[in-house]
């Protein structure tokens, strides 16, 4: 039996035939019913525009269901079970009286748990009509990013929300939050004095965090052509991570304690003016190159695409924290497509001895890094250096890992997705893996800063070819400091 429980609600998906509800949502919520953490009286309702028979719907979901879970990891009975909690309503989410409909659905739902999986501009027109159908009472709704495109149509969008739900019952998705080496990065430096002692700029030189995309647009170029790389990766997901490497202690585990640090850590960043965006930021947009030894398109030859856009497709970045803590620690950030490889890594360099005693042709050796793999395989490493071993070796230093590789460490436990940690607690109504209202606006104003410096200089972005790590203008971004990227072969 399972130590976790759960209260039954009825999970409401709106957007349900989407992308992102077959790829993920839906594998996650099968999940959580194979590992019996979803109540036996919880119900799945899938709510889509689609019209047609109800039977043909299901088919879909069970297709895609079976497409995106490991063919042993399929179980026929769980399988039959979450098949029974799922039902489909055709709707249109602007129309009030469809509402009426989805009422009557989950009359006898004590929580109901609204999941928007749709476009950010209809998730105040959904929230008006579940308060207008008296559903907002019991309800908990779920906003998926990107919310607005910057911090004026962010606000518009919290606030459309706000007016009929209460921060409490308001929860933004950002799924690396999920993900369990995240997790761990709290357990890590705050249960171990090893590393809370050590994490500050007395004992830290730098920190880097790359997450890295092997893929290109993927169809998507619509989308992404209006986002671009800063917006759709650096406002959320590094942020975030970078605001768990660098927050102070929270008082609690609480989600407002662990939110109060991560805000204080968005609200120190320092600003990067007009005259220094050059030197602090570099973005990139690929052109032609190949990937696993085949030739890829450039960004302007995808699909669908426009010529003449100047959206980047690579950020590489330095960040100031201006505080006790952090002062004089730079943070480099890095994201891009068409990577060479899939990779999302922190990297916490550590300060060298102050005295040097060992072979003056070793001393490049001399680094303690903690790196901290999100993907794809997730764990943790510490560099130390050891003595080599051998009688003739004398004191002949090498680099070696204390290594932490969840999947081998724990053999015998699957890793669960991101999207099924962050489902589970909010079934369970736990807010502290979610983001605030005030953490999202404090992002986008740092971001919308760089954005308008941009637009200002008319800075375009530099050329990489697929493949790559990126324009060169990245690697100088960081030896103009004196360091290097981890890892870049």
């Known amino acids: 039996m399972p130590a976790i429980t759960v209260d039954p609600c009825t ?22 019913d194979r590992a019996g953490l979803l109540h036996a009286d919880t119900r799945i309702l899938a709510l889509a525009r689609d019209v047609g028979d109800e039977r043909k719907h299901l088919a879909f979901i069970d297709e895609h269901l079976r497409r995106h879970v490991p063919n042993k990891e399929i179980d026929e009975t769980v399988m039959q079970r979450f098949q029974a909690r799922l039902s489909y309503l055709t709707m249109d989410f602007r129309d009030a009286v469809a509402y009426t409909t989805l009422a009557e659905r989950v009359a006898d739902a004590e929580t109901l748990i609204a999941y928007f999986a749709t476009p950010a501009s209809v998730y105040g027109p959904i929230c008006e009509n579940l308060a207008a159908a008296g559903l907002a009472e019991r309800a908990r709704v779920v906003l998926e990013k990107p919310i607005g495109h910057d911090l004026e149509s962010s606000r518009v969008v919290n606030e459309a929300v706000a007016q009929y739900f209460p921060e409490s019952r308001i929860y ?70 970078l605001c768990l490497i660098a927050m102070d202690p929270p008082s609690d585990l609480s989600a407002d304690s662990i939110r109060d640090e991560k805000v204080k850590v ?113 764990g943790m490493s510490l560099q130390v250096m050891t003595k080599d071993q051998g009688l003739d070796k004398g004191m002949h230093l090498r680099s070696g890992p204390l290594q932490l590789n969840f999947s081998e ?14 489902l589970l607690e ?51 971004l960081i030896t103009r400091d004196g360091r290097s990227w981890y890892g870049d072969l």
């Open 409 to 422: 460490t724990y053999k015998s436990a699957r890793i669960p997705d991101a999207y099924e940690r962050l």
């Open 172 to 241: 933004r998705i950002d799924h690396y939050l999920g993900k369990e080496t995240v997790q761990n990065l709290i357990a890590l430096r705050f249960a171990n004095s090893l590393f809370e002692t050590q994490w500050n700029q007395h004992h830290i030189s730098h920190v880097e965090i790359t997450v890295a995309e092997k893929v290109g647009i993927e169809g998507r170029w619509g989308y992404f052509d209006q986002a671009g790389q800063l917006r759709d990766m650096i406002q959320n997901h590094l942020l975030q991570l």
């Open 426 to 476: 909010l079934m369970q109504g736990n807010q502290y893996l979610f983001v605030r209202k005030d953490e999202v606006e404090y992002a986008w104003r740092w971001c919308d800063q760089l954005i308008d410096g941009w637009k200002r200089l008319g800075d375009s972005p530099k050329p990489y070819a697929a493949g790559t790590w990126g324009p060169v203008a990245s690697i100088a």
């Open 11 to 32: 999970f409401a998906l709106f957007g349900a035939l989407g992308d992102l509800a077959l790829r993920k949502l839906f594998p996650a919520l099968y999940q959580l």
């Open 266 to 378: 968005l609200k120190a960043l320092a600003p990067i003016t007009a005259d220094k965006l050059s030197q602090r930021v570099v973005r990139g947009q690929y052109t032609s190159g190949s990937s696993d030894g085949k030739p890829v398109p450039g960004y302007l030859e995808e699909e669908n695409s426009n010529a003449e856009s100047d959206t980047e497709t690579f950020v590489a970045l330095r960040a100031d924290i201006c505080n006790w803590r952090w002062s004089g620690v730079p943070f480099y950030l890095r994201t891009g497509k068409r990577m060479p490889q899939k990779l999302s890594q922190i990297v916490i360099h550590f300060k060298e001895p102050p005295f040097y005693i060992f072979a003056p042709e070793q001393r490049a050796l001399i680094s303690n890094r903690l790196i901290i793999r999100l993907q794809p395989d997730e």
